[in-house]
């Protein structure tokens, strides 16, 4: 596959943890020696992504991120000189992860990255597995199959039906699902530029959600890849925290995304 860029979101409030400072987000928080978020860029640079595009809110002390990212290269003895970190500031964060996303892949220039949330732990490279797999939909999605039950969080998991490798249905509130969305896809640029500016001009408010919805609805290809024995947490709240540090901490039970770096 050709050289492809990615797009971590990483703009949204945090509310649901009682930090008192806005500065802080949870993908700041820490794991093992380092915080959440350089897992998920070291992950991508495994991958072979050399340019990662980060969206955040206008809060964020953006210098401290990408230094503490190369810092934790050094540590880990990775050579970062060839990885670029371009962060995109969101100064409207109330507009929710489709905004997020509008903005991201405005900055992209690859024909198609690699979208990610800043706050998703895998026991696997999942990244590696996606790209491996790619044929060239419109867009295509990690999804869990639901075998290994008690890891997810089923009431706040967005929710997918899909049929012979395509998804039909997406959205937390839908009845019938087969899958549940990990918040990792493939896109091609063009495609997602086009579709969230059509969607940002007519919404104020839009998630990711909303333009797999539209892209579906347009006839596109719109497919899903099954992970079926990943183990993975999204770091919505204290509670989900609590379990990332048991399954991925010092107990070494999973490694985040199977790295072996310590």
């Known amino acids: 596959m050709h050289s492809v860029e990615s797009v971590i979101l990483a703009a949204g409030f945090s509310s649901r943890f009682n930090f008192g400072d806005s500065s802080?987000?949870?993908?700041?928080?820490?794991?093992?020696?380092?915080?959440?978020?350089?897992?998920?860029?070291?992950?991508?640079?495994?991958?072979?992504?050399?340019?990662?595009?980060?969206?955040?809110?206008?809060?964020?002390?953006?210098?401290q991120v990408v230094s503490c990212c190369y810092d934790f290269g050094k540590e880990i003895n990775l050579d970062f000189e060839d990885l670029k970190i371009n962060l995109i500031e969101n100064k409207y964060s109330e507009r929710e992860?489709?905004?997020s996303l509008y903005l991201g892949a405005k900055a992209v220039s690859s024909k198609s990255f690699v979208l990610s949330m800043a706050d998703h732990i895998f026991s696997e490279n999942i990244y590696t597995e996606l790209l491996s797999n790619y044929n060239n939909?419109?867009?295509?999605?990690?999804?869990?199959?639901?075998?290994?039950?008690g890891i997810y969080d089923?009431?706040?998991?967005?929710?997918?039906?899909?049929?012979?490798?395509?998804i039909k249905k997406i959205g937390k509130q839908i009845s019938n699902y087969n899958r549940l969305d990990m918040g990792v896809f493939i896109m091609k640029t063009d495609i997602v530029q086009e579709t969230s500016q059509s969607i940002e001009?007519?919404?104020?408010k839009f998630g990711v959600s909303d333009i797999v919805i539209s892209a579906i609805n347009l006839n596109l290809k719109v497919s899903y890849f099954d992970f079926p024995n990943t183990i993975w947490v999204d770091v919505d709240n204290d509670f989900?925290?609590?379990?990332?540090?048991r399954n991925f901490g010092e107990s070494n039970?999973?490694?985040?995304?199977?790295?072996?770096i310590f």
């Open 253 to 260: 039970q999973f490694k985040p995304f199977n790295l072996d």
């Open 97 to 99: 992860n489709g905004y």
């Open 154 to 166: 089923l009431e706040d998991c967005t929710k997918v039906y899909g049929e012979n490798f395509y």
């Open 201 to 204: 001009k007519s919404r104020e």
């Open 24 to 63: 802080f987000k949870k993908f700041l928080l820490p794991l093992k020696k380092t915080i959440i978020l350089n897992y998920v860029i070291t992950g991508m640079y495994f991958a072979g992504i050399r340019k990662i595009n980060i969206v955040v809110d206008d809060a964020v002390d953006k210098s």
């Open 137 to 149: 939909d419109d867009i295509i999605l990690a999804t869990d199959p639901m075998s290994i039950k």
């Open 240 to 245: 989900e925290y609590e379990k990332l540090k």
